[in-house]
């Protein structure tokens, strides 16, 4: 049963357009969630986060978005650039259920290619 | 800057053989994960240790264990080396307070068994 769905397993998209990747959760418990980059070969690498009490948050050229009512939220990039190149991880964690909120729950990933 | 380092980037291994991996991290991170990538499945959770000498199975425990004898490391062990465990092995850390779960991740240990 996944729980964090990323519906899309890859997007191309035009250097200095915006990129749009999306995730659904099912998990009503869920109220932190995360975004990562991973580049090939190495570890993901923290974006931005999230909690459920915001419906937005921003840090540079990256927004993600939450809509809680529809389980689901949206990581976007503007302007896109040919180094945003690389696999995004939604993922998501119940905060408040003892010892599995240390646990992250992971979407299988987005490849975003940004073409020059 | 947290640094959660791994003690290989690759590993060739034969089936049979007994593997470990180990992840330090510097932070005096209560928390400590490892993962396995494989491609169109993401990140899947083999165990985790919210404490030292505490662990706890993850979603795909099985063929693995793990060591946690001092806070700053984690190790996870194969006891009998696979095929099917070729993969991208992924160790994170985490603090347990501040409401947040924010997990930062080594740079992997890609382990191909022959």
């Known amino acids: 049963d996944q729980q964090v769905k990323q519906n899309s397993p890859s997007l191309s998209v035009q250097e200095g357009r915006i990129s749009i990747l999306n995730c659904d959760y099912t998990n009503s418990m869920f109220d932190y969630f995360l975004w990562y980059k991973k580049y090939p070969a190495e570890g993901p690498t923290f974006l931005i986060s999230?909690?459920?009490?915001?419906d937005k948050n921003e840090d540079g050229r990256f927004t993600v978005f939450l809509n809680k009512s529809a389980k689901h939220l949206s990581l976007h990039i503007v302007p896109s650039q040919p180094g945003d190149s690389a696999v995004y991880f939604c993922?998501?964690?119940?905060?408040?259920?003892?010892?599995?909120?240390?646990?992250?729950?992971f979407g299988k990933g987005t490849k975003l290619s940004v073409i020059p | 800057d947290v640094k959660v380092t791994q003690s290989s980037r690759y590993l060739v291994k034969r089936t049979g053989e007994k593997v470990f991996l180990e992840c330090v991290q510097d932070?005096?991170?209560?928390?400590m994960f490892w993962y396995r990538q494989d491609p169109g499945l993401g990140l899947r959770l083999i165990y985790f240790s919210y404490d030292v000498k505490m662990k706890e199975k993850g979603d795909i425990p099985e063929g693995y264990s793990v060591s946690r004898e001092k806070k700053e490391r984690f190790s996870l062990i194969l006891e009998s080396a696979s095929t099917n465990q070729t993969s991208m092995y992924l160790c994170a850390s985490s603090l347990s307070s501040g409401g947040r779960k924010t997990q930062y991740f080594g740079p992997g240990t890609r382990l191909l068994v022959l």
């Open positions: 993922a998501a964690a119940d905060t408040y259920s003892g010892a599995g909120s240390y646990q992250l729950t």
């Open positions: 999230i909690s459920s009490i915001k």
């Open positions: 932070m005096d991170h209560e928390n």
